[in-house]
């Protein structure tokens, strides 16, 4: 039987309309052309701990109560992160997670967002890489986060991964959201992105298996670089969904935004995990 596998990649940062025109990022613009493209409109604070939160877990802001990047008073134990839910739904499921920001998955905190579960970490069930983007840079986690996220695919083959790359916020921050420093940046994340969708591919060919691949944000960038607020280039997300099978990548198959949902309904970030999980099923 053919095994079904998801994976998340989350892109901090990313203005998806300039990435697309600029033609800075030929692997998500392939990725978008093969599959589903979905807008989400993050909840305000777009903070990447409440943006993040949210996408990973499903529960909304005043749920999870991550309204900045402290994580301070958060109820995040409302929730299951995307992961641990797979994990739930069948424990013999191996996970991953790579992240060069820590309070995705670093159990020192502030968070995690994503459950450290030691006991399935000792058995190789769930792997967790983490970088320190924030004291070393993102060029560096990010090419870190994406070795060891190719590694993974080829070597153990996780049913369910989240994979972070964090250098298109970095220089968001420094040198604004229209400037070409981060459209450099994005080059690079995009470099990355394919890398892990190309190792996905020769996986699913190579053992017969059935993947659901999404790339998403967790906010934008004000011109002038900075996000946290309501403008409509920070609440502006996405969805990109493409199925990834032995017969090659397709749009066939991809789940409805929403159950039953009309066509042109927004997909909440909310509904992020809960429409990869479905794939699981
Ligand atoms: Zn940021």
């Known amino acids: 039987m053919t095994s079904r596998k998801i994976l998340l990649i989350g892109i901090d940062g990313l203005r998806l309309d300039d990435a697309l025109d600029s033609g800075a990022a030929p692997n998500l613009s392939a990725l978008v052309a093969a599959g589903a493209l979905h807008r989400l409109t993050m909840e305000v604070p777009t903070f990447s701990g409440p943006g993040w939160a949210s996408l990973l877990t499903g529960l909304d802001h005043s749920e999870h109560g991550v309204f900045d990047n402290s994580f301070h008073g958060h109820t995040l134990f409302r929730g299951t992160d995307l992961l641990t839910q797979a994990f739930a739904g069948d424990p013999t499921r191996g996970t ?19 459950a450290t579960r030691p006991d399935q970490q000792r058995v190789g069930l769930h792997r967790v890489v983490i970088r320190d983007g924030e004291t070393y840079g993102y060029r560096y986690a990010d090419g870190d986060v994406a070795a060891f996220a190719r590694l993974a695919i080829r070597e153990a083959g ?3 991964s989240f994979v972070y790359l964090g250098e298109a916020d970095e220089a968001g921050h420094l040198y604004g959201g229209v400037s070409p420093e981060y459209t450099s940046a994005i080059g690079r994340v995009d470099v ?6 190309a190792a996905v591919r020769e996986r699913a060919a190579a053992r017969d298996e059935d993947w659901l691949v999404g790339v998403t944000t967790d906010h934008g ?19 990109a969904l493409v199925r990834i099978t032995p017969a090659g990548t397709t749009a066939d198959g991809l789940p409805l935004p929403t159950a039953g949902a009309e066509a042109g309904t927004a997909v909440r970030p909310t509904d992020v995990a809960r429409i990869l999980l479905a794939h699981l099923a």
Do not use: K, M
Request: charged share 10%.
């Open 96 to 114: 991953f997670v790579a992240t060069g920001w820590p309070p995705i998955a670093d159990p020192q905190g502030p968070g995690p967002i994503i």
């Open 158 to 160: 996780p049913h369910a």
């Open 192 to 197: 990355h992105l394919g890398a892990i969708v």
């Open 221 to 239: 960038h004000v011109d002038q670089g900075g996000h946290g607020g309501a403008d409509e280039v920070v609440t502006a997300s996405f969805l």
